[in-house]
């Protein structure tokens, strides 16, 4: 089982990025974004459940924010708009079944990462 993301880059302040991440070898109830700035932990970005689509962010990327999944090809987005430059961070994708809500923004909670992909926001 692997998960790839990719899709980060350079970008100005008020532009946008989509992430990707794929998923090999299975699909997951949940798949997840969180993120890392330099001398910082790993924060929870946003989540989306496979049974009905429900999605989850941190307050300070909603609105701004976009998860989608396509479950036919075991992909999930990160469609970023209107970046700021605290938005720079190695994104990861992750992944996990079974996960209750109360867990859902805990990185310990899931199983399966992939590899990072750094955005750089750019004032």
């Known amino acids: 089982v692997q998960l790839q993301a990719s899709g980060g880059g350079l970008v100005q302040a008020g532009g946008s990025l989509r992430l990707s991440c794929a998923a090999s070898?299975?699909?997951?109830?949940?798949m997840a974004w969180f993120r890392q700035a330099p001398g910082k932990e790993r924060e929870f970005v946003s989540c989306?459940?496979?049974?009905?689509?429900?999605?989850y962010y941190t307050e300070s990327v909603k609105g701004r924010f976009r998860m989608h999944r396509d479950n036919a090809k075991k992909m999930a987005y990160l469609y970023m708009d209107s970046l700021r430059v605290e938005d720079t961070a190695v994104y990861y994708c992750a992944a996990d079944n079974s996960l209750i809500l109360s867990t859902i923004r805990s990185a310990p909670a899931y199983g399966y990462w992939g590899q990072g992909t750094q955005v750089t926001v750019s004032s």
């Open positions: 989306i459940f496979r049974s009905g689509g429900h999605t």
């Open positions: 070898g299975r699909t997951f109830s949940t």
